[in-house]
């Protein structure tokens, strides 16, 4: 397709699929068809701040502020939205050492995130150290695979949570990464890790066929893949059915666009991570049709930086 | 339709059934991959988006005493420098430095002769200036939130450690002596002595290299293991705010 072409259509499709029956194809996708927007980051690392200009990489990229009028633009284009993190939001620059994390937990919720998930650098001040910062958060945390016991901070954890968005009911979990060599026992007390392969498993029957969620969305801090045994988000999605999505974290991994693992059976589910520190803003637009299945989806990513085709 | 159209005619009449075409490629397609814009038609002016962002003002109001704060913090100066202090192999003056202090306060927290320390060079991040030395600096030269670990070893497997040591030129030490020559660690002394292979010594370094980063696979096979509540980053802080000066210096500690 030719970039002029594209871009018209492109725009037609943007505007168009609010407007019901003006557009051509309208009946096709059906009137009650819905477009859900998945904005997401992962491993933000305390970065309040844009890289320094004199940083080596990524100088002048990212940053909270900016991050924040990118995301509400988009949702101002499309209310049907959600903004969600794959964990990792702790430790990285002085900010964390200063303010503990509070301080991105308050700028989180003024962007309107709808959840994050509890990467391993979130124990880094102590099972402790999270709860004296969790209530700065006015989002939920979502983990299905760490047994918080009787900590207070499992309490403030939920194993799922479940958003209505655009008449689409979407059941979202998480998924934490082993603590070995990762997380000192001791700061991890009262914690403990379960298989994220078969938790993802009885997660997806639960919010499927229980709850009734037409999609499933994981936020994942176990990583992209490995060269060795260990789980991945490439081992949960070829081995579990009925996730959707898979937005991931951990390996600061910078897929260039989102990954398509397909099953023998015709199950999808999407890999999507987009490096670190808020440099990047992934989004996936999945369309839906008349029974609430997906019909199709498009994605997209957006540096945060002064120039959006700056870098790429 | 058997009638030709205008050019005009013809858009208005076809271009509807085009787009329907893309819709349906779109959203009604089994193949979802190729729903995905190829790389050149991936422009970022497809959602609307234009090129610029500025900052969102609400949240750049609300983090800006934060930023203030935060360059108070940073700009705070420890102490002045007489001289800049840098990395080297087989010594360097950055290295000496950070290696002693990290031995001194182990001592002071274990409250017991900590014979010995070892820092990775890798992990000192970048020179100390010349002149004042603020808590930023210290920041950039050890951005990375390691603690003291504290390890014993049999003096046999300290002078294996020597050995790991000199196969890279040397890392950071203290309270240990060392030549090296053809990647072997010779002459080895311990608080001016020989290493006595059946003793016992300990030696402090950080959690990094006690599990399982840097040159010495001796390090991660200790007989005693204590992590202390204490980061180096913080150490080296608090030992540096509480001189007035301080200068560079190296004493052959560890030499070719």
Known sequence: ?312 | MTISLSPRLYLQNILPFLFAAIILASCGSTDQARLAPAADEDTHIYYDIDGEIEADEAISAYIQPYIRDMARTMNRVLTVSEGSFERDTPEGTLGNLAADIVRYRATAEMREKVHVSIMNNGGLRVPLPEGEVTVGNIYELMPFENHITVLEFTGEQLLRIADELAGVNGEAVSGIRFRITDGIARDVLVDSSTVDPDSRYWVATNNWMADGGGPSPTLWEPKQRRDLDVMIRDAIIEYISRKETISPYLDNRVRN
């Open chain 1, 1 to 312: 397709m030719k970039r002029r072409t594209f871009l018209r259509n492109s725009a037609i499709l943007g505007a168009g699929v609010g407007m019901g029956g003006l557009i051509p194809g309208a009946e096709v996708i059906g009137a009650s068809s819905a477009r859900v927007t998945i904005l997401h980051t992962n491993d933000t690392h305390a970065r309040i701040e844009p890289f320094p200009e004199t940083a080596p990489n990524y100088a002048g990229m990212g940053g909270v502020a900016r991050r924040a009028a990118l995301v509400k633009k988009l949702r101002a284009e499309n209310p049907d939205s959600l903004l969600l993190d794959a964990g990792d939001v702790f430790q990285g620059t002085p900010y964390f050492n200063r303010f503990h994390g509070r301080l991105d937990f308050e700028v989180m919720t003024k962007m309107g995130y709808d959840a994050t998930t509890i990467g391993n650098h979130e124990f880094d001040n102590g099972v402790d150290g999270f709860e004296k910062v969790m209530d700065s958060a006015g989002f939920p945390f979502v983990s299905s695979n760490y047994d918080f016991g009787t900590t207070r901070m499992g309490m403030r954890v939920r194993k799922f949570i479940i958003r209505q968005v655009g008449g689409v009911k979407i059941g979202i979990f998480g998924l934490g990464v082993s603590f070995e060599n990762l997380v000192l026992p001791h700061l991890h007390k009262g914690v403990r890790y379960n298989d994220p392969v078969e938790v993802s498993a009885d997660m997806v029957a639960d919010l499927r066929d229980y709850h009734g969620c037409d999609m499933v969305i994981c936020l994942s801090h176990i990583g992209y893949r490995y060269n060795d045994a260990r789980v991945s988000d490439r081992v949960v999605a070829e081995q579990v059915d009925g996730i959707d999505l898979i937005i991931g974290g951990h390996t600061h991994t910078f897929l260039d666009e989102p990954e398509l693992i397909e099953k023998p059976d015709g199950r999808r589910t999407w890999i999507s991570q987009v490096g670190f520190a808020g440099i990047v803003l992934g989004r996936l637009d999945f369309h839906f049709d008349r029974d609430r299945q997906v019909a199709g989806v498009r994605h997209h990513r957006y540096p945060v930086s002064m120039q959006l085709d700056e870098w790429a």
